[in-house]
């Protein structure tokens, strides 16, 4: 499956932005991550829904104001981002993959999109 991430910009300190994440197939088969990575830091788990989208898992630094949701009928999957702080500024990176055993590890997931950057200002 091919995954292409979208929907970053450069917002102010408390605005709020939707990341979508569309891939090339049916989603239905697949569990999906959302990662970030600032400059010169290491890429970080953020969020993630299950195949079924019961199960969904946030990074604890941005539990509560984000939230992770899926429309296997539209192929996508959404990433809402709300009261936004400089401290999320990062190329923010969709993943997916049929079995998700560790759902904060990189090395689980075999597909990822290419990078939509956010920019927060404060």
């Known amino acids: 499956v091919q995954l292409q991430a979208c929907g970053g910009g450069l917002v102010q300190a408390g605005d709020s932005l939707r990341l979508s994440c569309a891939a090339s197939g049916s989603t239905g088969s697949y569990s999906f991550g959302w990662f970030r990575q600032a400059p010169g830091k290491e890429r970080d788990f953020v969020a993630y829904i299950s195949r079924n989208g019961v199960s969904r898992y946030f990074g604890n630094s941005v539990r509560g104001r984000l939230t992770i949701s899926r429309d296997n009928t539209k192929n996508t999957v959404y990433l809402q981002m709300n009261n936004l702080k400089p401290e999320d500024t990062a190329d923010y990176y969709c993943?997916?993959?049929?079995?998700?055993?560790?759902?904060?590890?990189?090395?689980?997931?075999?597909?990822w999109g290419q990078g939509t950057l956010v920019t927060v200002s404060s």
């Open positions: 993943a997916a993959d049929n079995i998700v055993l560790d759902a904060t590890s990189r090395s689980a997931y075999s597909y």
